[in-house]
């Protein structure tokens, strides 16, 4: 299909590691990428990892990209409250600018 | 660096009317994209240009939306005439190309009523 899907929800405790999920379709993309979007604003690009890499870390920014099942995830680690938003997960498609986002991941941090 | 500015950020505007949303992407950014978010439908790509030239408006919904970049600094996006179904945050993303990472705007809340 043409979806790139993930979950809709994760809630997590002050403290915890988040791990979000996604799969996407094409195995030609060149680049997968994670946005974060807090209400009232525009997305955010957190990181991309390029498709021939397996994992790639940036600060308590942890993904990890399995190519045979098209998964990706991101951790993050020691979640604070300030990480309450929502994560979309997004392939650029045919190598090119087209870009494909995901739903989003709503995610939820309790004190 | 400003990055990428839109305006108006609000806009209510009656069933009819001719709304205009303009974008100014980050400078030396070759890519420009535009974008509408609803509860219902998510994240959808309208129009992106590369180089002030449009490459692909499938996403447009219809003939009463219209998107130009006339020069490398400056897009509008047009909604002639415009309907309570087009009631959206509208956001505007540039691109350097690099690697295809997009850099969002703060987005134009759009209601028609």
């Known amino acids: 299909g043409e979806d790139v899907e993930q979950s809709l929800f994760l809630s997590v405790r002050e403290g915890d590691s988040s791990v979000i999920n996604c799969t996407y379709t094409d195995s030609s993309s060149t680049y997968l990428y994670w946005y974060k979007q807090e209400p009232g604003a525009g997305l955010q690009l957190l990181t991309y990892?390029?498709?021939?890499?397996d994992m790639k870390q940036d600060q308590r920014l942890t993904v990890l990209l399995n190519k045979k099942d098209k998964h990706l995830s991101l951790r993050i680690a020691d979640t604070q409250t300030g990480d309450s938003a929502i994560y979309f997960c997004a392939e650029s498609r045919g190598g090119g600018f087209k870009t494909i986002f995901g739903a989003g991941t709503r995610l939820f941090v309790k004190a | 660096d400003a990055g990428v500015i839109q305006s108006p950020r609000h806009e209510v505007t009656e069933m009819g009317q001719e709304v205009t949303l303009r974008c100014k992407p980050i400078?030396?950014?070759?890519?420009l994209f535009w974008y509408r978010q609803t509860m219902m439908r998510g994240l959808e790509l309208l129009i992106y240009f590369n180089n002030n030239v449009p490459i692909d408006d499938s996403g447009m919904p219809e003939d009463r939306f219209s998107a130009k970049m006339p020069n490398a600094s400056f897009s509008t996006l047009k909604i002639q005439p415009s309907e309570p179904r087009d009631s959206a945050v509208y956001f505007c993303a540039s691109s350097p190309g690099r690697s295809y990472e997009q850099y969002f705007g703060p987005g134009t809340r759009l209601t028609v009523t």
């Open positions: 400078s030396g950014h070759n890519s």
């Open positions: 990892i390029f498709s021939n890499m």
